[in-house]
């Protein structure tokens, strides 16, 4: 059974960075794509990020140019570098891959607040 686990959130000023990571166990990790999403309150779950299994990315346009996706296959954990953060990225933080059916994990709280 494919098991994510989120970690590195926290609170944030605006203009901060955090590094969100995510360990993958269960499932063959180098050869799915893998994806951030998150989840404000109130709002539904929405895509941020993916990396491929080859590296190649691509990122919501909310996100473009101030988020950085990338993979570890060795460690099978994909990163989240988040810079210049601002209010509206508060939300919980989840990692997932391609299957729709894999349960997701429990996430990690991002706060941007001064």
């Known amino acids: 059974q494919v098991e994510f686990v989120e970690s590195g959130g926290g609170l944030v000023q605006p203009g901060g960075s955090l590094r969100l990571s995510c360990v993958v166990s269960g499932a063959r990790f180098s050869i799915y794509k893998m994806d951030w999403y998150r989840q404000a309150p109130g709002m539904q779950r929405e895509w941020v990020a993916g990396v491929g299994t080859s590296g190649n990315t691509n990122y919501a346009n909310s996100v473009k140019g101030r988020f950085t996706i990338s993979r570890d296959n060795a460690k099978e954990t994909v990163y989240l570098q988040m810079d210049s953060l601002k209010a509206e990225d508060t939300a919980v933080y989840y990692c997932?891959?391609?299957?729709?059916?894999?349960?997701w994990g429990q996430g990690t709280q991002v706060t941007v607040s001064s």
């Open positions: 997932h891959g391609p299957n729709p059916t894999m349960a």
